[in-house]
C-alpha cells in the first residue's frame, strides 16, 4: 500500500494505493494521525486506487472521523471502486461518514457529484 498527503482547496486529501488490510492500515493511520492534528481538520480519504478494504481499513475510517469531529471537523471518503462503495454501504459507514464520488466533490461538500 502506498500513502500521500497533500492540500487541496483548504483540505487535506489522503490518497491510498493498493490493499488497506491489517498489514497497512498502521500507515495509514499515522499519515491520518498527521492530517487530524490540526485545528478543525477537513480530511478527505482518497479510495479511487484502492483495490481491497478488510475491517481493519474499515476501523481506521471511523477512528478517523470520531477524532476529526470531536476536533470540530470532518473526515470524508471519496473515489472508492464498486466493491469498496458496496462493503461500505453493506456495513453502514456509507451514510455515517459520508462517501463522494471524487475528491473534488467531497472537499465541496456535493455526494451526488
Known sequence: MNVS???????VVVTVRGNLD????????VCLDEALG?????????????DFCDSIGLSTFVTGH??????G???RLAGPGE????????VGLARRL????TVEDAVAD????
Not at 38 to 50: F, I, T
Not at 66 to 71: E, K, L, P, T, V
Open 5 to 11: 498527503l497533500n492540500e487541496r482547496s483548504g483540505a
Open 22 to 29: 491489517l498489514d497497512s492500515a498502521p500507515t495509514l493511520a
Open 38 to 50: 490540526r485545528p478543525e481538520p477537513r480530511v478527505v480519504v482518497d479510495l479511487s486506487g484502492v
Open 66 to 71: 470520531n477524532r476529526a469531529r470531536a476536533a
Open 73 to 75: 471537523g470532518w473526515l
Open 83 to 90: 466493491f469498496l462503495e458496496q462493503l461500505l454501504d453493506t
Open 98 to 101: 459520508g462517501v463522494y464520488p
Open 110 to 113: 456535493r455526494p451526488d457529484g
